[in-house]
């Protein structure tokens, strides 16, 4: 119960889906959590559901993808809770399934912005606290960063970013006594993998989980247990890793989840008082946009 006893955590997109389930975790495990997402997702909710079950946490909203907005996050976690541990890079969107040929610029930009400009500004801004405590970054890649994403290039390929961008820091930080880690999901049971709360056809959802050995998605707490272990002391000696949570997706050659038996597919229940997993991000919010990188 006290893996985090004492530590300061950020959690961007913390207000839904996987970044819900890291949120309630951490706290659980004594964390004290800035929960950080657009003011127009469940963050606040979050938050008091957090201190309801005994957390600390306190929520911030706002556009992470621009310099003044993340480093007003971070001086949110100072001056709330004195200092700042941990910075869970997990803000990131997915706004369309389309074929390249076809794929819409405006969704292309809105998940740079959003994927990519977050994990940026944030870990510019966190550094310097982070150097202070020793503390360590863990940052959401995925196996599609490492496979590519049929129907959703640029979304593969900012996940791609991701894995590489946390190696560098990796390298770069060892010297200042900060970690660095991915964390790399196959599908997960948030809105994103459903056709009915996101862009996926019927087809591609299909594929997307018997492409999975296992032959389901993961559940937002199998995640967060990862990014827990990534982010405590007992990962002191883990730096540069891209952790593959992916029910074996990564080392699959075939649809091989459409054979595993129906009983061995049901997700496992969880502990968590978890309430907003599919309230994710899945369409080009206009009110989100502005912020946009081509202006
Ligand atoms: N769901 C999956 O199958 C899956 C698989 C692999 C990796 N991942 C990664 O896990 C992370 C979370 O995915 P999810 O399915 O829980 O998504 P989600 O949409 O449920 O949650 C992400 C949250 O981040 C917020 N966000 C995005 N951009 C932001 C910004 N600029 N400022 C503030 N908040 C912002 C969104 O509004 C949303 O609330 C993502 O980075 C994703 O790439 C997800």
């Keep these: 119960m006290n893996r985090l006893q004492g530590k300061v955590a950020i959690v961007t997109g913390g207000g839904a889906g996987v970044g819900e389930a890291i949120s309630k975790l951490f706290a659980q495990e004594g ?3 800035v929960v950080a997402g657009f003011p127009e997702d469940p963050v606040q909710a979050v938050v008091d559901e957090i201190k309801a079950s005994g957390g600390r946490a306190t929520a911030f909203e706002g556009d992470l993808s621009s310099q003044a907005v993340a480093e007003a996050c971070v001086q949110t976690a100072v001056g709330e809770f004195g200092q700042l541990d941990i910075l869970v ?6 706004p369309a399934a389309k074929e390249l040929d076809e794929y819409p610029v405006e969704a292309f930009e809105y998940m740079v912005k ?19 405590t020793r503390g ?11 496979m590519g994403e049929p129907n959703n ?15 560098g820091i990796a390298g770069e930080q060892a010297k200042h006594g ?64 891209i952790f593959f949570a992916d ?3 990564t080392i699959s ?29 899945t369409e080009v919010r206009p009110e989100d946009a502005g912020h946009m990188v081509r202006k």
């Design 31 to 33: 964390a004290a959590v």
């Design 89 to 94: 890079n997990n803000a990131g969107t997915f």
């Design 114 to 132: 959003n994927n990519i400009y977050t994990a940026f500004h944030m870990s510019r801004a966190a550094l310097p606290e982070l150097k202070k």
């Design 136 to 146: 360590n970054i863990v940052s959401a890649g995925s196996e599609a960063g490492h």
């Design 153 to 167: 290039t640029p979304y593969g390929g900012t996940k791609g970013f991701m894995h590489a961008f946390t190696r």
């Design 178 to 241: 900060v970690r660095a880690n991915c964390v790399g999901p196959g599908p997960i049971d948030t809105a994103w993998t459903h056709k009915e709360t996101g862009p996926m056809s019927a087809e591609m959802e299909k594929q997307t989980t018997e492409g999975v050995p296992m032959g389901r998605r993961g559940t937002p707490e199998e995640i967060a247990n990862v990014y827990l272990f990534l982010a405590s002391d007992e990962a002191s000696y883990v730096t540069g890793a």
């Design 247 to 249: 029910g074996g997706t």
């Design 253 to 281: 050659k075939s649809a091989s989840g459409a054979q595993v038996p129906t009983d061995l597919k049901q997700e496992p229940k969880g502990k968590l008082d978890l309430r907003h997993s599919k309230d994710g991000n």
